[in-house]
């Protein structure tokens, strides 16, 4: 009865915490010791003797699914964050 209802804000909240959790950079430094495993958002800082061509196709790539996601839930997100607002 209750989730129909929460399903707005809970699109928003899955959005934005895969958002969150694609990007991060600290904990996956912190936490893993084997540059294998390391994610994309780590790779991308160190692209220092790369050529620029490759640093941007890289950048797309960690930006594609974040963006995709966005756009598919776009209307959820809006609507979720503009009526958790208190009043």
Not at 6 to 12: N, P, V
Not at 69 to 74: N, T, Y
Request: aromatic share 14%.
């Amino acid at each position: 009865m209750c989730l129909p209802n929460c399903k707005h804000g809970l699109a928003a909240l899955a959005v934005l915490n895969f958002a969150e959790s694609w990007n991060m950079v600290e904990q996956p430094l912190t936490f893993l010791h084997d540059a294998l495993r390391y994610p994309l958002s780590v790779y991308l800082i160190n692209f220092g003797s790369v050529p620029p061509e490759v640093v941007f196709t890289g950048g797309l790539l960690s930006v594609l699914p974040v963006m995709m996601l966005f756009l598919w839930f776009k209307d959820e997100i809006a609507f979720g964050i503009e009526y958790s607002v208190v009043r």
